[in-house]
């Protein structure tokens, strides 16, 4: 495809559900780029691939938080026991190298709502 | 910790003047700064880029300008059209781990009137 594609773009979980969301980047972008954008808020970093190797995991809020990239091109973000403060939209973007000069190109977010 | 600051107000603005958002940081010197736009529903969409020996850099009618001794960067739309009307974020590049690493603002939210 043209650009980055996510899905689900909606998912509702009952609190402790696990939930995987999918993120396809644009072919050939090496680096992968997950955020968590609560209301009213700009995308805060969660994680970053270059290519299957996870170079940084730091803004994962807590180890209920995994992310994977097996063949350095589809990734997914997996959130196990869901709780209400999870509920965000989930933003893959993908840029060419991750180079500082490098735009990144975004998907369209995930919303997830925990209830 | 790093710091970026936008006016979390929302910017009114008539058709055809010019819309100046302001981005304002703490703390680290980044050697990028850029600017997005988001509107709703949707991912943001990246709009320019410039680097820190920079001071202005223009695009059509979008003009940035990045004042490091300030730590400041101003994000004009000359001209403005109710197309728009969105989000605009500024994101730095923290640049110190060997790769890209964002870190955006609030955003400030545009409405330009007809």
């Known amino acids: 495809g043209a650009g980055v594609s996510q899905s689900p773009r909606y998912k509702v979980a009952k609190r402790g559900q696990d939930v995987a969301l999918r993120c396809d980047p644009i072919s050939g972008h090496v680096s992968l780029f997950w955020y968590q954008q609560a209301l009213g808020q700009g995308p805060e970093f969660l994680t970053y691939?270059?290519?299957?190797?996870?170079?940084?995991k730091s803004g994962l809020p807590s180890d209920r938080f995994f992310a994977e990239r097996p063949e350095g091109s589809v990734s997914t973000l997996k959130i196990q026991r869901t709780q209400q403060e999870d509920s965000a939209v989930y933003l893959c973007a993908s840029s060419l190298s991750g180079q500082s000069y490098n735009e990144q190109f975004f998907g369209p977010g995930t919303r997830l709502t925990v209830l | 910790s790093q710091k970026i600051e936008q006016n979390s107000e929302a910017l009114n603005i008539q058709e055809g003047k010019t819309a100046t958002l302001t981005c304002n940081y703490t703390n680290y010197s980044p050697a990028y700064l850029q600017w997005y736009r988001q509107d709703p529903g949707r991912g943001p969409v990246f709009l320019l880029l410039i680097r820190e020996n920079e001071k202005e850099k223009r695009k059509e009618r979008l003009k940035v300008t990045f004042d490091t001794t300030l730590k400041q960067s101003l994000f004009h739309i000359t001209a403005s059209q109710p197309a728009d009307s969105a989000t605009y974020l500024c994101a730095l590049d923290m640049a110190d781990t060997g790769f890209q690493k964002l870190v955006f603002g609030t955003g400030t939210r545009l409405l330009v009137s007809p």
């Open positions: 691939f270059q290519n299957e190797a996870q170079l940084d």
